[in-house]
């Protein structure tokens, strides 16, 4: 159980750090990434662990790394810099 604990939270500071360089523009590495992605990761292996049984492995730690992905993509906002961001409209 502990190291299942300890895998899911080294998943979920990889998913949030992977994000993090990725997107940098989006999703600034910060220490409010890294605490959710660690968090979400836990939880949603913990809550799979508990559905599907502790002897399927396959499930909780996939079920983890989707937990921490979906969390921290609610955290990215638009691009602070870049080609896509919006200009206010030149006036005539």
């Not at 360089?21 to 799979?48: D, E, H």
């Amino acid at each position: 159980m502990l190291w299942n604990a300890v895998g899911f939270a080294v998943l979920g500071l990889l998913a949030a750090a992977a994000a993090g360089r990725l997107l940098p523009r989006r999703l600034p590495l910060s220490p409010l990434t890294l605490f959710t992605g660690v968090a979400a990761a836990l939880t949603g292996g913990l809550i799979a662990r508990t559905i599907v049984g502790r002897h399927h492995p396959e499930a909780t730690f996939p079920a983890a790394v989707l937990t921490a992905v979906v969390l921290l993509s609610l955290l990215a906002g638009p691009p602070k810099h870049g080609r896509h961001t919006k200009t206010p409209a030149a006036s005539a």
